[in-house]
């Protein structure tokens, strides 16, 4: 019997975890995948809104002003990759400089700090590649730039360091409440807690209708995106923004922590809740709208393109606390934009709510930091020779592309919570994420897997499931 099981180790539900840790409990992740950071929080913008965006007095602009305001702290406390570079939503000269307004006066309602309309001179000085037809903008110098991936492994990882365990290719099957707790049959065996948060992302309507009589629809809503290689960067130094639609806010044009140029999504809603395939219209879209924000745009850099998944609720808004109708049952649905930035709000907040409920006491061992793993391109030479003397697999490169070293593989499959996977290694040191996407380096990759994390070949795999690599010997 667990206190609370959060079901789902994406953004929001590693978020939780971590908080929960701050409690004495009996505390569980369940997670449908083989990894954290599996499903929305791998495949997303990468941007920490500043909050104007959102409706005044909705949960999104509550949750993502909070998010944003922790965002700084928390990504020192947990070491991962954040830069506030801030950003501009756009207005071209044939469109309603009135929108902007509107914004701007949301943005003030909501709490968003230093917002200001400018014009065109000081657009360019900025953005020298901006489009020829953009004439004003919206400026907010407090939206900033993340690293998802590092963020959810960062708070998965302090979480499980505090004590919550983790069940993975675990999804979960039915959910029922009996005797006043919760019985969850998972792929894995059956689970029972006291509480649950569902934090199961385009699932999440799933399993809260199977508890409560007020259903919830979630709609998944794909959006596809392009990769630019490093080397353009710095082609654009702020996130631009393009007027907002009833779909969304557009395709945007923004540099990524890591250094690469993203373009994207687009908003397509669609029923396949699995459904993150790209297609040949969507890329086009990508392009022909990326066009009407910048110029000169360096396709032949294209790395590659993927798709991710939002989680788009009916009513528009999130759904964050406890079911109405089942006691015990918190909710953390609808988690679409601007969920990732608001995720370390939202995850506080259940975490409190659940320790109310369940008149949990605080857990006076919790330790809130974590260091993430060693990057030797960080150090000096002075620094780096040293390393490599003390441990000579930081001298070893494995990923000629991102210049990865077998030991920070190594460290990250070793590690709380280690991968397991080609696409955890990605996840967690960039190794294959370059401009070969992993064509060289892949085998030396699986080496490291067999090796450390005690796999036979046959057992490698790209993302767990069947994605398997090799299939037998054929000497």
């Known amino acids: 019997m667990y206190d609370v099981i959060v079901i789902g180790a994406g953004a929001v539900g590693s978020a939780t ?17 083989e990894d954290v950071c599996s499903g929305t929080t791998k495949a997303n913008s990468a941007i ?8 005044p007095g909705s949960k999104k602009a509550l949750y993502n002003v909070r998010g944003s305001e922790m965002m700084e702290d928390l990504s020192k406390e947990l070491d991962f990759a954040y830069k506030r570079i801030g950003s501009l939503v756009i207005c071209r000269k044939d469109q309603d400089r009135s929108v902007l307004e509107k914004l701007l006066e949301q943005g003030k ?17 900025m953005e020298p590649n901006i489009d020829d037809d953009v004439v004003c903008a919206l400026y907010a110098p407090t939206a900033a730039i993340v690293c998802p991936f590092g963020m959810c492994i960062a708070f998965a990882e302090n979480a499980a360091d505090n004590g919550v365990e983790f069940a993975f290719n675990s999804g979960v099957k039915q959910i029922k409440k009996a005797d006043g707790h ?5 792929e894995k065996g059956v689970f029972e807690a006291k509480a649950v948060v569902n934090a199961a992302g385009v699932y999440s309507d799933v399993l809260h209708n199977q508890v409560s009589e007020k259903k919830l629809h979630i709609t998944p809503r794909k959006g596809e995106y392009e990769l630019f290689d490093r080397a353009d960067g ?6 631009i923004f393009q007027l907002p639609s009833a779909l969304g806010k557009g395709i945007l044009v923004t540099p990524t922590v890591h250094g690469n140029l993203l373009l994207g999504p687009t908003a397509e809603d669609i029923e396949n809740k699995e459904g993150t395939n790209t297609t040949a219209d969507g890329l086009s879209q990508v392009e022909k709208m990326a066009a009407l924000s910048v110029k000169n745009i360096p396709y032949r850099d294209v790395i ?6 939002r989680a788009h609720e009916d009513g528009g808004d999130f759904i964050i606390g406890e ?29 409190q709510m659940v320790a109310e409920k369940l008149s949990l006491k605080k857990n006076e061992s919790f330790n809130g930091t974590r260091k993430g793993i060693l990057d030797p391109k960080k150090l000096s030479i002075e620094e780096r020779n040293e390393l490599i003397k003390k441990n000579p697999a930081y001298g070893q490169i494995i990923c000629r592309c991102e210049s990865v070293t077998a030991g920070e593989i190594i460290d990250a499959i070793t590690r709380t919570l280690g991968a397991k996977s080609l696409d955890g290694i990605k996840r967690r040191t960039r190794a294959g994420m370059g401009r070969c996407q992993a064509g060289f380096c892949t085998p030396r990759q699986m080496d490291l897997l067999e090796k450390y994390a005690h796999l036979t070949p046959e057992e490698v795999t790209k993302s767990g499931g069947d994605s398997v690599l090799v299939f037998g010997k054929t000497k």
């Open 109 to 125: 309602k909501n709490g968003v700090r230093d917002l200001r309309i400018i014009e065109r001179d000081e657009i360019v000085s």
């Open 304 to 309: 590659t393109s993927f798709a991710g998944l």
């Open 17 to 33: 975890a971590r908080e929960l840790s701050r409690y004495s409990g009996k505390f569980l992740v369940l997670e449908a995948e």
């Open 182 to 186: 919760f019985v969850i049959e998972t």
């Open 323 to 351: 079911c109405e109708d089942c006691e015990g049952f918190f909710d953390a649905a609808g988690i679409e934009s601007p969920g990732l930035s608001s995720a370390p709000a939202i995850g506080a907040d259940l975490a």
């Open 234 to 239: 710095d082609f654009v130094h702020h996130t």
């Open 48 to 55: 920490v809104h500043a909050g104007y965006d959102a409706v």
